[in-house]
């Protein structure tokens, strides 16, 4: 199992730009996937993006799509959350998951992003 730590959250106006990190002690096998997940006030969490430890193949919630990017560095052990051109609807706290046997079974403890119209 790994332990996962965001940061990077914030205040920002319509139309800009974030940059979530997630950093990721443990050693994660190449076949873990790991994830942002994102919660509004109200609403369940739900789904953003994904991409798996070993090849970078990449998965996109459509409401996201084209705007933001997940990537990760094996190196530094760090996954990272690009989000631009932020909505109003994109303020929530997002959440890095890790996908293993399955499920996702390991989460950090959040970061809060919002966007000001």
């Known amino acids: 199992q790994v332990q996962l730590v965001e940061s990077g959250g914030g205040l920002v106006q319509t139309g800009g730009s974030l940059r979530l990190s997630c950093a990721v002690s443990g050693r994660p096998f190449s076949s873990y996937v790991m994830g942002w997940f994102r919660q509004a006030p109200g609403k369940e969490r739900e789904f953003v993006a994904s991409?798996?430890?070993?090849?970078?193949?990449?998965s996109y919630a459509d409401s996201v799509k084209g705007r933001f990017t997940i990537s990760r560095n094996s190196a530094r052990n760090t996954v990272y959350l690009q989000m631009n051109s932020l909505k109003p609807e994109d303020t929530a706290v997002y959440y890095c998951?890790?996908?293993?046997?399955?499920?996702?079974?390991?989460w950090g403890q959040g970061t809060q992003v919002t966007v000001s119209s």
């Open positions: 991409v798996s430890w070993s090849g970078g193949s990449t």
């Open positions: 998951a890790a996908r293993f046997s399955g499920n996702w079974r390991n």
